[in-house]
């Protein structure tokens, strides 16, 4: 098991372009997590999946953003019309359990550096 | 409302010294983990360690240990002879059920600490 692994691990765009991110996480692991991070901060929760209904979105998941995980596999984190504001580090997170707490911890990737232009 | 505070931005020590980096927590839900999480520079999360609010035992992992107070809402971490590799943010977070998401964690600031040889 190799791991969460998120691609593309670095992203440039410019203001107004659309943008996607993939997260495959750990194989048999049934929560999926994303977070965004940041400079200077810890990671904020954006949303997370249960198989392939996704279950919870922050506040912080505007209209813009749009998360799915078809077939409860791998993930995608989509932004439209992305902002100056929307750069960040986006991390993807697994776990094993319907409770990160209480059955494992989530494991994460090591992210994808979003820079908007 | 759910809350994690570290309150120290940034440590520097110098290698072998000890140092122990603060967590203080909030929550009303009775039935809670706390994490630590270590982020060397390359990004990726790496758990650390997870207690549950029944649990006060301390834990010592090799040179980590780490102290957990119900009566002061605090889960704080010691790196005991401290090394260069040791470098990295250092978050705490909180995991609960009830009072916010379903198992999302809730990440303080981070903690900087820089070991110099």
């Known amino acids: 098991d190799t791991g969460v692994s998120q691609d593309p691990r670095h992203k440039i765009t410019k203001r107004g372009q659309n943008v996607t991110f993939r997260c495959d996480p750990i194989?048999?692991?049934?929560?999926l997590y994303w977070y965004r991070q940041t400079l200077g901060q810890g990671p904020e929760f954006l949303t997370y999946f249960q198989n392939e209904a996704q279950l919870e979105k922050s506040r912080l998941l505007s209209d813009r953003f749009s998360a799915e995980r078809p077939k409860g596999s791998f993930s995608t984190l989509e932004i439209q019309r992305t902002e100056q504001g929307d750069s960040a580090m986006y991390l993807c997170a697994s776990s094993l359990g319907e409770w990160a707490g209480e059955d494992t911890e989530a494991f994460f990737g090591q992210g994808t550096r979003l820079t908007v232009v | 409302a759910q809350k994690v505070t570290q309150a120290q931005t940034e440590i520097s020590v110098v290698e072998k010294e000890d140092v122990t980096l603060d967590c203080v927590y909030e929550?009303?839900?009775?039935?809670?983990?706390l994490f630590w999480y270590k982020q060397p520079p390359s990004g990726e999360l790496v758990f650390l360690i997870r207690?549950?609010?029944?649990?006060?035992q301390n834990e010592i992992s090799g040179r980590y240990s780490w102290n957990f107070q119900k009566s002061t809402s605090s889960f704080n971490f010691t790196i005991t002879a401290s090394q260069v590799v040791d470098s990295a943010v250092y978050f705490c977070a909180l995991s609960t059920y009830y009072g916010g998401s379903q198992g999302n964690l809730i990440f303080g600031k981070g903690t900087k600490l820089s070991v110099k040889p």
């Open positions: 194989s048999e692991h049934n929560r």
């Open positions: 929550t009303r839900d009775t039935t809670y983990y």
């Open positions: 207690r549950n609010s029944f649990d006060e």
